[in-house]
């Protein structure tokens, strides 16, 4: 069963860099639409970035445009957050989640399975 795992999550000041991991050890993963949300204490659920299976075409939250990106290395099962100038507004726990069914939503109720999160705290 897929099941994502996040890494890389921590402390990091404003306008720093920060990469995220989400990996899996189920081959299926790599055939999934996987993508990035964020919650902050006190706030729903919101959608960060995804990518398609083939890398191409990912798709961003208009306030991560240009700051964020979002990659994936199949060979390895893994899908990446690159995340620089970071603001203090970024700070929440992150996850990753996987579509199999290859929506390209920004809706987490469109995700069936989902990670448990890593936490990102930007300091001002």
């Known amino acids: 069963q897929v099941q994502p795992v996040e890494s890389g999550g921590g402390l990091v000041q404003a306008g720093g860099s920060l990469t995220l991991s989400c990996a899996d050890s189920?081959?299926?993963?790599?055939?999934?639409?996987i993508a990035w949300f964020r919650q902050a204490p006190g706030k729903e659920r919101e959608f960060v970035a995804g990518?398609?299976?083939?890398?191409?075409?990912?798709y961003y939250a208009d306030s991560v445009k240009g700051r964020f990106t979002v990659s994936r290395d199949n060979a390895k099962n893994t899908v990446y957050l690159q995340m620089t100038s970071v603001k203090p507004e970024d700070t929440a726990a992150y996850y990753c989640?996987?579509?199999?069914?290859?929506?390209?939503?920004?809706?987490?109720?469109?995700?069936?399975?989902w990670g448990q999160g890593t936490q990102v705290t930007v300091s001002s």
């Open positions: 989640a996987a579509d199999p069914y290859g929506r390209e939503s920004s809706s987490h109720r469109d995700y069936y399975y």
């Open positions: 189920v081959r299926t993963f790599r055939s999934y639409i």
């Open positions: 990518i398609r299976w083939s890398g191409g075409y990912p």
